[in-house]
Antibody
Framework: EVQLVESGGGLVQPGRSLRLSCAAS????????VHWVRQAPGKGLEWVSG????????GYADSVKGRFTISRNSAKNSLYLQMNSLRAEDTALYYC?????????????WGQGTLVTVSS | DIQMTQSPSSVSASVGDRVTITCRAS??????LAWYQQKPGKAPKVLIY???SLQSGVPSRFSGSGSGTDFALTISSLQPEDFATYYC?????????FGQGTKLEIK
């Protein structure tokens, strides 16, 4: 069974940093692209970042470019999102999602999300 | 960035109705489009990928069409469990932008 479990969310002050993790299981992690998608309370979906199966292709939303860094660790079957210089508008539920293939095709499996609240 | 515009933003329909939601990209994306369904408090679920490929396990009443800039998601006969919010997403070029969503409500 494919499972994605996010962790690392919480309450953080503006300007501070946070690192999200996503532990993957039930599939060969190295074969798939993975993504972070966020959803602010009562709002729509926003794709944040994605990384291809081999880390050769990485992308970011304009709203986070230069502040957030995505990475993956095959040995730990894990995806990460390092979030620096956090702003109030980064407050959202952050989902980890696995693609259908090794690069962007569609987000097939999703975790339950980890909540990030940026507030003083 | 590629902008994705869904229409309508909300729609009311009855069980058994045929409903079509459209999604327009600000530039051509070939067929790199996915559709998702999201219910309150739940993670999204992929319905369609590559514009018209039905994801495994998704009922055949869902279908996708289009290429280039104009796409559509059609539900042929609405069932009670289909009332939800639907999103399109382009996966042609980073950033992989979503549409703003279409809320499908019971009439």
């Amino acid at each position: 069974e494919v499972q994605l479990v996010e962790s690392g969310g919480g309450l953080v002050q503006p300007g501070r940093s946070l690192r999200l993790s996503c532990a993957a299981s039930g599939f060969t992690f190295d074969d798939y692209a993975v993504h972070w998608v966020r959803q602010a309370p009562g709002k729509g979906l926003e794709w944040v970042s994605g990384i291809s199966w081999d880390s050769g292709s990485i992308g970011y939303a304009d709203s986070v470019k230069g502040r957030f860094t995505i990475s993956r660790n095959s040995a730990k079957n894990s995806l990460y999102l390092q979030m620096n210089s956090l702003r109030a508008e980064d407050t959202a539920l952050y989902y980890c999602a696995r693609d259908i293939r090794g690069s962007g095709v569609g987000l097939e499996y999703w975790g339950q999300g980890t909540l990030v609240t940026v507030s003083s | 960035d590629i902008q994705m515009t869904q229409s309508p933003s909300s729609v009311s329909a009855s069980v058994g109705d045929r409903v079509t939601i459209t999604c327009r990209a600000s530039q051509g994306i070939n067929s790199w489009l996915a559709w998702y369904q999201q219910k309150p408090g739940k993670a999204p679920k992929v319905l369609i990928y590559e514009a018209s490929s039905l994801q495994s396990g998704v009922p055949s009443r869902f279908s996708g069409s289009g290429s280039g800039t104009d796409f559509a998601l059609t539900i042929s006969s609405l069932q009670p469990e289909d009332f939800a919010t639907y999103y399109c997403q382009q996966l042609d070029i980073f950033p992989y932008t979503f549409g703003q969503g279409t809320k499908l409500e019971i009439k």
